[in-house]
């Protein structure tokens, strides 16, 4: 049977992929006329209202300080360099905030599946109660308890040597920077190279006769000499800047802002519900004749998780997992209601002195974006990777 070219589906103006193609087109470029259109009118009104726009006062002097930052502000420093630091806070809360809510929240997942009726018990009572309280009234709560039950500075609690917790904080020791570091640095460097080549060989070995090399001494070992050896060579500096109490104040140290103690800890806590629930999901996704073979090659419960459990539960763990990274990082905008200068904080003190609402708010969507689409695409590759190891 003869076909015609309007009934084919490739080649021709008239086939169904090419009219698709050209809907596509027409939608973006409506979608695109209709956001031009939306700018132009609105920055035309603000132009007749006599309201500034741009973006020039970045350049500005901020005229604020920030109570706590790891990039050095002052007052007159530009309102870019205040975003640069609110950004800092951000990315610090956020950071280790991912990496503490995952290490709990998978300890607190496989405790769900414990075989210990009190372990289990405990842990699916943390899951209910954290994360069916709104995570604001727990940072308020939590704030509270960090500021009016602490003990006032000269009575600080002290529950190790060189630490101390108050209502101003946490004050902890920290090395006191020497030149002799950077072998250190070095060493842990060749640390990591050396315990990456250590588990390939020992992977490398299991899979071509079955002999299972151990794994985690052998790191810590490894990373021991090495580290020991370039702080050695590098003059074994050991110079500790430890806190200390004098005349009711604590000197010295490093200090975090109860702020900083809130946010975190409260991210940390509430995340971590979801992700337990998240690892036992995917844990209990995994088919129970994976459990029956390890029993019948003799694994034991660890090493049935280690190595048959966890990584096929993978695939259902890290999609799940990414959406919870990125509300973490989302959700660290809540700071601003306790006080800690995150970009959100700092961009509304911004937006308040100059009266930009729209550059502010765009920058700060345009942060927030990045974050989330970085994020989404690093954990998207650990994802593909772990499918073509799995196959």
Not at 120 to 138: D, F, H, I, K, T
Not at 173 to 188: I, Q, T
Not at 295 to 316: I, K, S, Y
Not at 353 to 361: D, L
Request: net charge positive; glycine share 10%; proline share 4%.
């Amino acid at each position: 049977m003869e076909h015609t070219g309007h009934q084919s589906w490739g080649g021709g103006w008239r086939s169904k992929s090419t009219r698709s193609v050209i809907y596509q087109v027409v939608a973006l470029a409506a979608v695109i006329a209709m956001a031009t259109c939306l700018l132009h009118n609105t920055l035309t009104n603000m132009h007749e209202r006599g309201v500034q726009s741009g973006y020039d006062f970045l350049s500005q002097p901020a005229g604020f300080s920030i109570s706590e930052t790891l990039l050095a502000f002052d007052s007159s420093d530009s309102y870019l360099r205040a975003l640069a630091a609110g950004l800092l806070n951000t990315l610090r809360v956020a950071l280790l905030g991912c990496v503490l809510s995952t290490v709990a929240g998978t300890l607190i997942g496989i405790g769900r599946l414990s075989r210990n009726v009190l372990l289990r018990s405990l842990c699916g009572a943390y899951v209910e109660a954290v994360r069916n309280v709104p995570l604001l009234l727990q940072l308020f709560a939590l704030y509270f308890i960090l500021t009016e039950l602490m003990p006032p500075i000269d009575a600080a609690l002290h529950p190790v040597a060189g630490l101390f917790l108050s209502k101003n904080g946490l004050q902890f020791p920290l090395p006191k920077w020497d030149a002799g570091y950077w072998g250190a640095f070095a060493g842990a460097m060749a640390a990591a190279a050396g315990g990456c080549a250590w588990g390939i060989y020992a992977r490398r070995k299991r899979e071509m006769n079955g002999h299972r090399l151990p794994v985690f001494v052998p790191l810590i070992l490894i990373a021991i000499v090495c580290v020991g050896a370039g702080w050695m060579l590098g003059g074994a500096p050991h110079v500790i800047d430890a806190p200390r109490r004098t005349d009711g104040f604590i000197d010295g140290g490093a200090a975090v802002t109860p702020e900083f103690l809130t946010i975190l800890i409260g991210l940390t806590v509430y995340n971590a519900a979801f992700i337990a629930e998240i690892v036992r999901g995917g844990i209990q996704s995994v088919p129970f004749g994976q459990h029956e073979a390890a029993a019948a090659l003799g694994l034991g419960r660890t090493l049935e998780l280690r190595f048959v459990q966890l990584p096929q539960a993978m695939r259902v763990i890290v999609p799940p997992l990414t959406s919870q990274y990125l509300n973490l990082t989302k959700n660290s905008s809540l700071a601003i209601a306790i006080g800690y200068p995150d970009l959100v904080s700092v961009a509304n003190t911004t937006l308040n002195q100059t009266g930009r609402a729209f550059e502010c708010i765009s920058l700060v969507m345009a942060c927030y974006l990045t974050l989330s689409l970085v994020t989404a695409v690093g954990m998207n590759i650990y994802n593909k990777r772990s499918l073509i190891k799995e196959r």
